[in-house]
């Protein structure tokens, strides 16, 4: 195969899908969506025999336990994918909504209407429910896009794009609206990131590696994340049931995932009680705890945290530990180690909590709540097609108004300009 050819192919068919996909009217796009999701309720079994050929040549080739865990599909999981696109279709239509509209001295009007971006690639390991989530968030925000899954995940993906299309072309929209590569060949990637005068802006999800080779290579504007250090920040005014009940979830809930809690940190007014407590329950979960001196006096079983460890997302058994002064050194502490991912905040001070949101310089801030909430799904944008930690154009997680743009437009009646 000609990879250059291959995907230029590719992107002219997408190019000429987006100018289809803009003009698409609502009820068109949510009848796909609908579509899409009763096909894999339909074919949920042969998804899941899909995804299992997947899992069974990964783990033949040694693919580590977090990169499994991200490429396992389950019946709950296939379900929740049918049901993020429905509710997709339920969502508002962003598209050509018109806000901000204001009379200027000279009698115009001028405000702002809302479009799509285009033609968006997506680059992603492992995660099959990637392919329907962007694909999803694509077709209802007007967009085409060219989804370029990791090989480990090929036979699930390839199964996947089949039902999508089908759902296309059942509601009369071009199945060029969504282009799955169909080679593993790396090459693909790096002609993709360079295909400015198809591709508008480039999506990577996957591993820190992936991330900044697509980051550092890409000729095209991308929306990212490079990790995910997510901070629980335990107050000396915390209710602690609440405490290890948000840190069990945040931690040990999943430890693959970008917003699972990676740092602990614990006010020195409350850490003698709420230390031994919350290190019972991550010991009790298999959870290695890496801390500080004041860590390693209060819990036995600590080993001494390296000043790396509270740089580092683990995505795995292990959490690092900090005692500190209180919510002005908590910040501190989250705004030079973190990833500007996700943290969360555990007091019952409401001026606190405030503050912590205010200066917290993250793209999710949490009070009272696990940040295993951060994800599109959550949020209630059907889905999510990335969490992006930049703070131009798209921040947090990315629904349909982060794969949409603003442009302006003037109202008049034969107005010229003076």
């Known amino acids: 195969m000609d990879i250059t050819q291959y995907m230029k192919q590719l992107g002219e068919q997408a190019r000429a899908a987006s100018r289809l996909m803009a003009s698409a009217d609502t009820n068109t796009k949510n009848q796909a969506l609908r579509n899409i999701a009763a096909l894999i309720r339909q074919h949920d079994k042969a998804l899941l025999a899909a995804n299992q050929q997947d899992l069974d040549a990964a783990k033949a080739n040694g693919m580590d336990a977090a990169m499994l865990d991200r490429l396992t599909l389950s019946d709950k999981s296939v379900a929740t994918m049918a049901e993020g696109l429905e509710q997709i279709a339920s969502l508002p239509d962003p598209i050509g909504e018109m806000s901000g509209f204001k009379y200027r001295p000279s009698g115009i009007q001028i405000g702002q209407m809302r479009v799509p971006l285009g033609v968006i690639g997506i680059i992603y390991e492992a995660r099959p429910n990637v392919t329907v989530d962007a694909a999803g968030l694509c077709i209802k925000s007007g967009n085409a896009c060219i989804l370029r899954g990791g090989s480990e995940a090929i036979h699930c993906n390839q199964a996947l794009a089949k039902l999508v299309h089908q759902g296309l072309q059942q509601a009369g929209l071009p199945q060029a609206a969504v282009?799955?590569?169909?080679?593993?060949?790396?090459?693909?990637?790096?002609?993709?990131?360079?295909?400015?005068?198809?591709?508008?802006?480039?999506?990577?999800?996957?591993?820190?590696?992936?991330?900044?080779?697509?980051?550092?290579?890409?000729?095209?504007?991308?929306?990212?994340?490079?990790?995910?250090?997510?901070?629980?920040?335990?107050?000396?005014?915390?209710?602690?049931?609440?405490?290890?009940?948000?840190?069990?979830?945040?931690?040990?809930?999943?430890?693959?995932?970008?917003?699972?809690?990676?740092?602990?940190?614990?006010?020195?007014?409350?850490?003698?009680?709420?230390?031994?407590?919350?290190?019972?329950?991550?010991?009790?979960?298999?959870?290695?705890?890496?801390?500080?001196?004041?860590?390693?006096?209060?819990?036995?079983?600590?080993?001494?945290?390296?000043?790396?460890?509270?740089?580092?997302?683990?995505?795995?058994?292990?959490?690092?530990?900090?005692?500190?002064?209180?919510?002005?050194?908590a910040i501190a502490h989250i705004n030079q180690h973190s990833s500007q991912h996700t943290e969360a905040i555990v007091t019952?001070?409401?001026?606190?909590?405030?503050?912590?949101?205010?200066?917290?310089?993250?793209?999710?801030?949490m009070v009272n709540a696990s940040t295993r909430f951060a994800d599109g799904f959550e949020y209630g944008f059907g889905a999510e097609i990335g969490i992006s930690t930049d703070k131009l154009h798209a921040r947090g997680p990315v629904g349909l108004e982060g794969l949409t743009s603003l442009k302006y437009v003037v109202l008049g009646d034969g107005h010229v300009r003076a």
């Open 348 to 365: 019952e001070n409401y001026t606190k909590a405030r503050k912590f949101l205010r200066e917290v310089d993250s793209s999710s801030v």
């Open 179 to 329: 282009l799955v590569v169909e080679t593993t060949d790396r090459a693909a990637v790096g002609e993709l990131i360079t295909m400015k005068q198809y591709i508008d802006v480039i999506v990577p999800r996957g591993g820190k590696g992936l991330i900044e080779r697509i980051s550092n290579d890409a000729r095209i504007p991308v929306i990212k994340h490079l990790d995910g250090n997510c901070h629980v920040y335990v107050d000396d005014e915390a209710d602690l049931d609440k405490a290890v009940r948000i840190l069990e979830n945040a931690k040990t809930q999943r430890l693959g995932t970008c917003n699972t809690a990676e740092s602990l940190l614990v006010a020195r007014g409350i850490a003698n009680t709420a230390l031994p407590l919350l290190a019972e329950m991550l010991t009790a979960k298999g959870i290695e705890i890496r801390g500080c001196a004041e860590t390693l006096a209060l819990v036995p079983q600590a080993i001494a945290a390296t000043d790396e460890d509270y740089y580092t997302e683990y995505l795995a058994a292990i959490i690092s530990c900090k005692v500190v002064s209180g919510v002005d050194e």
